[in-house]
C-alpha cells in the first residue's frame, strides 16, 4: 500500500492536464466527503436537541405567546366589527338617482327574490333597457343581488334581488319602514 500510493500520485500528477483533473477529482472526492460529515452532524445536533425535555418555562412561555395572539387578532376583528356597528352613517357616500331608488324600492316590496328585468320595467312603466341599466348600477354599487335563471344555461338572463346593503340603505334613509 505504501509504494502503491507514491506510484499513483506520480501517474496522476505527471502530466499538467492529469495534475489539472487529479487537483478537480481530489476538491470534489473531499467536498462530497465535507458535505456528508456536515450533513451528519446537522442530523446528530438535531436528533439530541428534540429528545432533550423541554423546560416548563419554555412550554409556559410559548402557550402565553399563542393565547396572546389569539386574544389580539380576535380584539382587532371585534373592534372594527363594533366600529361598523356603532358608525350610523354608512360608510361610503352612495348616490342613487331616482329610477334607480324606485328599482330598489320595487324589489324591497317584491315578495319573491325571482324579479326578472321584464318585471320591473311592466310595473314601474320604463323600457326593459333603462331597468337593465338601473339593476347593472346597483349591482356595481353592491345594492342588489342577482343568478342565473337557470344555473347550466348560457343565457344572460337573471333573477334580481334586494342586497342586504340595499335593504340597509332603504331603512337608514326612510325609503321603506
Known amino acids: 500500500m505504501k509504494r502503491r500510493l507514491p506510484k499513483t500520485i506520480k501517474i496522476l500528477f505527471s502530466d499538467m492536464r492529469q495534475a489539472i483533473i487529479g487537483i478537480i477529482l481530489s476538491a470534489l ?7 456528508y460529515l456536515f450533513a451528519n452532524n446537522v442530523w446528530f445536533w438535531l436528533l439530541s436537541t428534540m429528545q ?53 324600492t320595487y324589489l324591497a316590496v317584491q315578495e319573491s327574490d325571482e324579479t326578472s328585468p321584464d318585471n320591473i320595467s311592466d310595473t314601474l312603466g320604463i323600457n326593459l333597457q333603462v331597468a337593465a341599466f338601473h339593476l ?13 335563471i337557470a344555473p347550466f344555461d348560457h343565457s344572460p338572463k337573471r333573477f334580481w334581488s334586494l342586497s342586504p346593503d340595499g335593504r340597509r340603505y332603504l331603512i337608514e334613509n326612510k325609503h321603506i319602514s
Open 136 to 148: 347593472d348600477n346597483l349591482k356595481k354599487k353592491c345594492m342588489v343581488d342577482s343568478r342565473k
Open 52 to 104: 432533550l425535555p423541554v423546560p416548563l418555562w419554555a412550554t409556559i412561555a410559548l402557550v402565553l405567546l399563542c393565547c396572546g395572539y389569539t386574544y389580539l387578532q380576535f380584539e382587532k376583528s371585534h373592534s372594527l366589527l363594533h366600529s361598523r356597528k356603532s358608525n350610523n352613517t354608512p360608510s361610503r357616500v352612495i348616490d342613487i338617482d331616482e329610477g334607480e331608488l324606485n328599482v330598489l
Open 29 to 35: 472526492i473531499l467536498s462530497v466527503g465535507g458535505i
